[in-house]
C-alpha cells in the first residue's frame, strides 16, 4: 500500500524515504488530532439523541399513568360500587327502621 505512494512521490517530488515516513507520521498523527477534536461533539449528538427518546418515553409513561389514575378512581367511584353491589352481588337497600346511627363524639 505505502509502495505505491512511495513509488509516486520519488517520482514526482524525489522525497528521501526518512522525509516520506516523516510525512506519513505527521499526516496520521493530524488525523487522530481532527477526530480528538470532533469525537465530543459526535458524542453530544448522540446523547443529545438519546435525551430525546428518553423525554419522548417519560411523557408517553406519564400520560399513560394519568390514564390510568382515572380509570383507577372511576373503578373505586362509590356510585359504582353501589351499582355492582346491587346488580351482580344482589345485595339490597335495608329497611329504615333496621338502620341504626351511632354518633360518636
Same mark, same amino acid.
Given at each position: 500500500?505505502?509502495?505505491?505512494?512511495? #513509488? =509516486?512521490?520519488?517520482?514526482?517530488?524525489?522525497?528521501?524515504?526518512?522525509?516520506f515516513w516523516m510525512v506519513i507520521s505527521v499526516s496520521i498523527l493530524?488525523?487522530?488530532?481532527?477526530?480528538? +477534536?470532533?469525537?465530543?461533539?459526535?458524542?453530544?449528538?448522540? $446523547?443529545? /439523541? %438519546? /435525551?430525546?427518546? $428518553?423525554?419522548? %418515553?417519560?411523557?408517553? $409513561?406519564?400520560?399513560?399513568?394519568? =390514564?390510568?389514575? =382515572?380509570?383507577?378512581?372511576? +373503578?373505586?367511584?362509590?356510585? #359504582?360500587?353501589?351499582l355492582l353491589a346491587k346488580n351482580e352481588v344482589g345485595m339490597e %337497600?335495608?329497611?329504615?327502621? #333496621?338502620?341504626?346511627?351511632?354518633? $360518636?363524639?
Open positions: 500500500m505505502f509502495d505505491g505512494a512511495r #513509488r =509516486l512521490i520519488k517520482g514526482r517530488l524525489h522525497v528521501s524515504s526518512k522525509d493530524f488525523m487522530f488530532w481532527a477526530l480528538a +477534536l470532533v469525537w465530543p461533539d459526535i458524542k453530544k449528538i448522540k $446523547l443529545a /439523541y %438519546e /435525551y430525546q427518546d $428518553l423525554a419522548k %418515553e417519560h411523557e408517553d $409513561l406519564s400520560r399513560e399513568n394519568h =390514564l390510568l389514575k =382515572l380509570e383507577r378512581e372511576s +373503578l373505586r367511584s362509590l356510585s #359504582r360500587v353501589h %337497600e335495608p329497611d329504615e327502621n #333496621r338502620v341504626t346511627t351511632i354518633f $360518636l363524639k
